[in-house]
């Protein structure tokens, strides 16, 4: 099965600066990588997401990328302002062909004005 | 994106008691998921609820405990069974449905206190 490891656990940016979060995955099969932003109290919200056929993925200020190769993935996120600060998570297929995720522990981002 | 709720939002339950969530959607999906999330942790699939069979269930996690009902493409529960201290979390349902590929969209949760 799929094992999902996320760094770092907690980030904190100046406003303005931008801030990365990497993930590592271990099945060479998955095909899907989604990342979910959650606020305090809030549920987790899809923000972005890539599929395995490409390299890279932008939505304005938040881009992922991967590396199959490697087997990572991760979440850019350009002139952070206050609003970013939240707890981010990555995932992955819990197995090939499945529907299931498994997800990252969590990045507390912190962005300091 | 579908648009989920969950009932209650919270509750306070005494040990030993058992309390059922409630998780509806505005559409038809094909899979529904139910996530528990200790605080501060991530988030942890506990079974997979399909319609018209049994749900699946993760390791660690038994139906004894979380029995789980899926009567139509729009609608689920959870219950959870003869509770404990620990069983304090919040409890998420999510949604997949083929026509969003991939994505899956979570519920507000439900936050239950057990003491």
């Known amino acids: 099965g799929e094992n999902v490891e996320q760094h770092p656990s907690t980030l904190s940016v100046q406003e303005g600066d931008s801030a990365v979060i990497k993930c590592t995955y271990s099945?060479?099969?998955?095909?899907?990588f989604p990342w979910y932003k959650q606020e305090l109290g809030k549920r987790p919200q899809l923000i972005i997401d890539i599929r395995s056929n490409v390299g890279e993925k932008k939505d304005q200020r938040i881009a992922v990328t991967l590396n199959k190769t490697a087997k990572h993935f991760s979440l850019h996120i350009t002139e952070t302002q206050p609003e970013d600060s939240a707890v981010y998570f990555c995932a992955a297929p819990a197995a090939s062909g499945t529907y299931k995720y498994i997800f990252g522990t969590g990045t507390r981002l912190k962005v300091l004005a | 994106s579908a648009v989920i709720s969950q009932k209650p939002s919270r509750d306070i339950c005494q040990r030993g008691t058992s309390l059922t969530i409630q998780c509806q959607v505005d559409?038809?999906?094909?899979?529904m998921f139910w996530y528990r999330q200790q605080p501060g942790q991530s988030l942890t699939l506990i079974a997979t609820a399909n319609q018209g069979s049994e749900a699946t269930y993760e390791s660690g996690f038994v139906i004894d405990k979380f029995p789980i009902s899926r009567p139509n493409l729009t609608f689920s529960t959870l219950t959870v069974s003869n509770m404990s201290p620990e069983d304090s979390s919040i409890y998420l349902c999510s949604v997949y449905s083929p026509s969003e590929s991939y994505e899956q969209y979570f519920g507000p949760g439900t936050r239950l206190t057990v003491t």
């Open positions: 099945d060479s099969a998955s095909n899907y």
């Open positions: 559409s038809q999906v094909t899979m």
